[in-house]
């Protein structure tokens, strides 16, 4: 019998150390269109979805989880989408040593994991040092788009960014009625909203003159 040649994951899945000290988006991407990040990009639902519906922009998605990782990869793959594509591995490696300054359009930071009991809390991802990468990486006028369904975490993300000195709050655009399975922003806002529970949404633009 013969099987199908298993496609290589590469270039849609990559870890960090299969590249080199920085990310040059227009070698990574073969082009100069405008860069998103989507960060925790878990199973990849708004890459894949915002990659089609947007051929202009390039999407990559950060997970520290590489099974999570490849599973969003495989999405793209299938597709052979050539703008979007997932790194592996620690987004705060990325963010602070990889992406040249204010070089992104927008970042994506969709249900982060709550880390609920106290003790972990210092493993959340939202902290002061991530709001102040989010400043270096975003361009002049970017955005930062984040969600929760978790009111406590969420309060947190928003004092973060709401105080940040280089961001100004905006009103988010309204939350869509999805009319099919696949048409929530992510496959964690598909199954919170599913259970009925609250989504919290926040909009950020960084401030600042474009040079
Ligand atoms: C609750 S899930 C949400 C996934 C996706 N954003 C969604 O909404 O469906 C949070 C994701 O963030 C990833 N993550 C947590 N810390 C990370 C880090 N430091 N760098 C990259 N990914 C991270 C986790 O592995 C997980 O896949």
């Not at 639902?45 to 915002?50: E, G, Q, V």
């Not at 990325?94 to 994506?108: D, F, I, T, Y």
């Not at 003790?119 to 969600?147: C, M, N, P």
């Not at 496959?187 to 040079?211: A, C, E, H, I, Y």
């Amino acid at each position: 019998m013969q099987t199908a040649p298993i496609k290589p994951m590469k270039p849609w899945f990559q870890v960090i150390d299969d590249l080199g000290d920085h990310l040059d988006w227009e070698e990574f991407f073969g082009n100069d269109n405008p860069v998103e990040l989507d960060i925790g990009c878990g199973r990849g639902m708004f890459l894949f979805n915002s990659a089609v519906a947007n051929p202009d922009v390039n999407y990559l998605g950060l997970e520290i989880d590489y099974r999570e990782g490849r599973r969003a990869a495989s999405r793209l793959l299938k597709r052979e989408l050539p703008n979007a594509r997932v790194i592996g591995g620690d987004c705060k490696v990325v963010l602070s040593g990889m992406v040249k300054k204010h070089s992104v359009r927008a970042a994506h930071v969709y249900y982060p994991d709550p880390w609920w009991k106290k003790r972990h809390h210092k493993r959340r991802l939202f902290t002061q040092e991530f709001a102040d990468l989010l400043a270096e990486i975003v361009e002049y006028d970017g955005q930062v788009h984040s969600w929760s369904d978790v009111a406590d975490l969420f309060d947190i993300i928003r004092d973060l960014m709401d105080g940040h000195s280089q961001f100004s709050t905006q009103t988010p655009p309204p939350l869509n009625q999805p009319e099919h399975d696949l048409d929530y922003q992510t496959s964690f806002d598909r199954k919170k909203r599913q259970m009925g529970l609250p989504v919290f949404r926040g909009l950020w633009q960084r401030t600042g003159k474009k040079n």
